[in-house]
């Protein structure tokens, strides 16, 4: 199983408060979501949730071809204000931890993403993220980027 790592880092014109209170609500992440992946989130009660440790996230997810995907994630690690991270339980990959930091900067925030995922399958899957995967998620992170501005403005 091949582990693939990356990383995106923006810089926010907001306070450390106002990042946190957005990225630590499930329910925000389908907005910086490319609509074309149906991203739902189907837990109950969560309209006022902010993330913490052992919370479990399910969701349907449409990644390839508008196929249905189920989901299901759990916050492992929380620093109110600086961090927290979320692991697949099921889901589409075989492996995915995703760190999400935010840093006070003179601008307003910088916000950080580690990603570490595989896809699994072996040779096969080694293709598939050449090809369509590492594409599509850097093209997630992409709109993710586009649609932040538009929320927040531009440092």
Do not use: C
């Amino acid at each position: 199983m091949k582990l693939h790592r990356t990383e995106f880092t923006q810089k926010l014109p907001i306070s450390i408060e106002k990042a946190w209170d957005f990225f630590s609500s499930p329910l925000n992440l389908a907005e910086i979501t490319p609509a074309d992946m149906t991203f739902d989130v189907t837990s109950p009660n969560m309209e006022n949730t902010k993330m913490y440790p052992g919370l479990i996230i399910t969701y349907k997810v449409s990644p390839l071809l508008g196929i249905k995907l189920d989901w299901v994630t759990e916050i492992t690690h929380v620093k109110d204000l600086e961090y927290f991270i979320d692991e697949q339980r099921f889901g589409p990959f075989a492996f995915w931890h995703h760190q999400h930091h935010f840093k006070p900067i003179d601008s307003g925030v910088l916000m950080h993403d580690i990603l570490h995922y595989s896809v699994g399958w072996g040779p096969i899957g080694n293709v598939a993220n050449a090809v369509v995967v590492k594409n599509k998620i850097k093209g997630i992170f992409d709109f993710r980027y586009q649609k932040v501005e538009a929320l927040f403005g531009k440092p």
